[in-house]
Nanobody, 120 residues
Framework: QVQLVESGGGLVQPGGSLRLSCVAS????????MGWYRQAPGKQRELVAA???????NYADSVKGRFTISIDNVKNTVYLQMNSLEPEDTAVYYC??????????????WGQGTLVTVSS
């Protein structure tokens, strides 16, 4: 079974840092793009950051300069380093992968979500 498993969420004070990790497990040959979305209470899910297997990145304006996304293509793992966290960053963060090449063809995957709470 192919799936995404996230880790690293939790409670942090404003100005603090957290690192999220997401591993794509199962029989995967390659992944075209991986990224992170978030959904705050009462709001729509939004893209936070994405990265291609070649290393091209895209960030939401609200996190530019504070968050860094990286990928390990060998481990099929994507990371999100979050610095200078603000209360507005509080949300459930979801890992996403597209162009996932498996024995069954290409699929799109979502993780189960991990809660990030920024509060004093």
């Amino acid at each position: 079974q192919v799936q995404l498993v996230e880790s690293g969420g939790g409670l942090v004070q404003p100005g603090g840092s957290l690192r999220l990790s997401c591993v794509a497990s199962g029989s995967i040959w390659s992944i075209s793009i991986m990224g992170w979305y978030r959904q705050a209470p009462g709001k729509q899910r939004e893209l936070v950051a994405a990265i291609t297997s070649g290393g091209s990145t895209n960030y939401a304006d609200s996190v530019k300069g504070r968050f860094t996304i990286s990928i390990d293509n060998v481990k099929n793992t994507v990371y999100l380093q979050m610095n200078s966290l603000e209360p507005e960053d509080t949300a459930v963060y979801y890992c996403h992968a597209d162009g996932v090449h498996t024995y069954a063809g290409y699929v799109e995957l979502w993780g189960q979500g991990t809660l990030v709470t920024v509060s004093s």
